[in-house]
């Protein structure tokens, strides 16, 4: 018991925080976004927090070698799920991304991330470096990173199955393979992409060509990137305030208490809202390389470390781009800010990770 | 070893590469947020208030039009029509399919929707139909969750209390595509009439609304609006139960009444037949309608109180004794003999009694209209003198009635001719002349005008709206005028006189003059084997029966003329109806 307790004074407060002050953000701009509408998404929102919150914290008191040890078996967990959902999902929107379990609705594919980066960590953290040059040794990476990639691309998560590609890369680059590597599989990418390209539904080829001139269609796809950039520049410096926001309280700005949640942020809340905000997330973000940066010849601790980061950081910035326009509209969620039990519950986890991390690390 | 700490500054190096790539990312992030937000804070402003704002004109009410005892006799009535908003005008098409078997959209809807797509106004709404039914719009109510973007909207138009007896003197209204005011290009302003001559008063100020509305059309709030000022309310002169008996009368009949207050030359009366309906016109006649006007051979748009040219015919010889007993010193108790015709040179001047007068003095030239006498008269006249004694009675010149397209008709002299017909004028036209014929046109409005200004002695000019009071004198002696009046006296109430059977009954006394417009020229040949009857001449080549007179007789009050075409001699169709006409006026006002 007392261990526990020693395990909490430990822990590293100013991040969790940081934390709950983004999840504080999210809480005030989906009570805005179900203003005088009805209020079942905002408590059900506080509900996941919370809920969030307390994950977060047990996770942050397991420490790191339980993950080490079991990161395969949480692996296989994963894709048992992602398989599942493949066949037997509930579908929704046009894709089979939910299980439902017990009347709640959970993605398999978010928390597949946190497997996938655990895995990838002891891979590279077994295998040292003198393999590093022999290329055989890396195709068993490239498939865990495949399989759960290819799945979750033909739910389809469009958004999501980038994400997975990208922190993979990102973990395959801190890892120190050999730069060859990537150039030939930029090589082999370039090649294989249009086929990927025939292969993607009509409706995501439709965002991706949108993104490179919206005004094209205005009230076709281009209309929400419009409508969104309408309501983050109308915002101006200070903001229109809270609950005042006119383009998502009279609905101009779609799915306002989720992917573009940012966008109804920068309506209300104005440049300085949209600042503290990415302020607040360059700050997580900082905190967490002082964390990992310390660990020396710990590549499994490093490797999670950069890896929960980057995900929460491309996620972060990738749903900004795409709400006010640099990349196409891919149905991400800002994490820890909207509304979504799965996606918020797995960066929890994540920071949890952390957390636990930072409780044996030399950083103080 | 060495292996190793290359291998940890490797990873360093990665991490830091990482690190710079997400601070590059940040910027561009926060490089496009400061663009959005900082730069273009101001046109993104505008574009989210153009999602969310919607203005809408306010037309404004036009003003009531009343008849001299306050009843109104142009109105408004709630109209209520169906917008679209502009910037989703891309749907109309689809949303007229899907209402048509609801809502009936008639061709003409359909032109104007075509137009109105076209119209660059300041207004966020298309009307696409006008007029709709409590049928449609209940339709509407129920539906009108599925037709996002669509408002009704209840707007004032103008309506007429009657449909044709008002048509010509009120005018009507519509749309004026060619003014520049684009701004407003679904207000309606005056085309004729008093709608049109008034029109700045009547029209009244434009106001707006702007509303707040939501992606999917509908209406959250009004923001804020300014009120648009109605019109100005207008009296005439008209009285509206005169005007419907004249319709009434003049029913079947082409032709035109026209009555004015001798005293202060208010125009109670201005009624053109065949009439149209300028509710009809103000809602938007269809050009099928509007062409099948156009041709009718009665030409029911012409006003021909004002704009209706007539020989005055025997009318006008109160003017040419007048002149005789006035300028030339004429005597007139000289007695002359009517045989039925004179001689001037080899032609033949006929009276339209065939077999004469016998002698004749004035008063009973007048009395009994012998054309004869005052061709005697005409060969001691010079045109010129006779002409400009004429202007006097507005002969030639427009009488400066308040409505637009008056036409002022022509009295001939010496220049005229040759100016128009490139040619001399003959003596013999000089006695055509005289008798209201020949080359000589005047509207009915001119005719009555004389008679008031006889009856009066003063310059009375006619106004629909105003109430003057003064007017100058005519510088007419008194005795000349009072000689004049009494023939027309006699005209009505002698038993020889013309119009012996339109007597007033009852205690007022009428005084007036009969008149026969002649629409063909008589030939020698026929003249010889007896004139044909005008019942048995092709309708067109009747005569037109004239009747002026004013009552009552010792205080003239009423200035009152009856034109009706091709129905004969004035006495016989004209001065009947103007003797009812004339009983009710002096009876109710």
Known sequence: MTEIIIKLKNLNWLFIFLISFLSFVGLVMIYSATFGEESKIFISHIYKVT????????????????????????????????????????????????????????????????????????????????????????????????????????????GTAMLILFVSVVIFFVSGINWKFFAFSGLLSIIVTPYLWGGLKDYQKQRILTLFNPENDPLGSGYHIIQSQIAIGSGGTFGKGWTKGTQSHLDFLPEKHTDFIFSMLGEEFGFLGTLSVIGLICLITYITYHITNSFIHNNFNRIVGYGIITNFFFASLINMSMVIGILPIVGLPLPLVSYGGSSMLTYFIGFGIILSLDRGSNYL | MSREVNFEKKIKRRALILGLSKTFFTFLVFGKLFYLQILQKSKYGKLSDTNRIKLKIVYPERGTIFDLYDKPIASNRIDYQLS??????????????????????????????????????????????????????????????????????????????????????????????????????????????????????????????????????????????????????????????????????????????????????????????????????????????????????????????????????????????????????????????????????????????????????LHEAIEKSCDCYFYNLAKAMEIDDLAKFSSLFSYGKTTGIDIPNEFKGIMPNREWKIKNRSEKWQKGETLNTVIGQGFMLSTPLQITLMTARIATGKKITPTIISNKKEFENLNISNENLEFIKSSMFSVVNNSTGTAFNSKLRGNYKMAGKTGTSQVRRISLEEREDGVIKNEELNYKLRDHSIFTCFAPFDKPKYSLSVIAEHMGSGSKVAAPIAKRIMELALNKY
């Not at chain 2, 100020?205 to 707040?212: C, L, S």
């Open chain 1, 51 to 158: 809920i969030g919150f307390i994950l977060m914290i047990l996770v942050s008191l397991i420490d790191v070698e339980f993950w080490k040890k079991n990161a395969y078996l949480f692996y296989f967990i994963g894709l048992v799920l992602l398989l599942w959902v493949t066949f037997y999902g509930y579908l929704g929107k046009g894709a089979r991304r939910w299980i439902n379990f017990y009347g709640l609705n959970f993605q398999p594919s978010e928390i597949m991330k946190i497997f996938l980066i655990i895995s990838l960590a002891k891979f590279f953290d077994e295998k040292k470096f003198q393999e590093s040059r022999d290329y055989f040794f890396l195709i068993l990476p490239i498939l865990i990173v495949t399989i759960p990639f290819l799945l979750v691309l033909i739910q389809p998560d469009l």
């Open chain 2, 84 to 361: 679209i908003f502009k910037d989703k005008k891309n749907l109309v098409y689809d949303y007229v399919k899907k209402l048509r078997g609801h809502i009936n959209f008639s061709e003409m809807d359909l032109e104007s929707i075509k137009s109105n797509l076209n119209e660059q106004d300041l207004s966020d709404f298309i009307t696409i139909k006008r007029n709709l039914s409590w049928n449609e719009l209940e339709f509407f109510e129920f539906m009108k969750n599925k037709f996002p973007f669509l408002i009704i909207t209840k707007e004032k138009v103008r309506n007429y209390e009657e449909d044709l007896i008002f048509s010509h003197v009120l005018g009507y209204v519509g749309f004026n595509k060619d003014v520049t005011k684009i701004k407003l290009s679904n207000l309606k302003v005056g085309i004729s009439g008093i709608e049109k001559k008034l029109d700045s008063k009547l029209l009244g100020k434009d106001g707006w609304i702007k509303f707040e509305t939501d992606s999917k059309g509908a209406v959250k709030k009004e923001l804020n609006k300014k009120y648009a000022i109605p019109g100005a309310n207008i009296k005439t002169n008209l009285i509206s139960e005169i005007q419907s008996k004249a319709s009434d009368e003049m029913r079947g009949i082409r032709g035109a009444v026209v009555m004015i207050n001798c005293q202060n030359g208010g125009v109670n009366c201005l009624y053109s037949s065949p009439s149209f309906n300028n509710n009809e016109f103000s809602d938007g006649i269809s050009l099928k309608k509007w062409n099948l006007l156009l041709d009718d051979e009665f030409n029911p748009l012409l006003n021909r109180c004002i704009a209706g040219l007539y020989s005055p015919g025997s009318t006008y010889k109160l003017v040419t004794a007048l002149h005789a007993i006035e300028n030339q010193k004429f005597n007139k108790n000289k007695k002359f003999l009517c045989s039925g015709h004179i001689s001037l040179g080899n032609r033949k001047f006929h009276c339209w009694k065939k077999e004469g007068h016998g002698y004749v003095n």
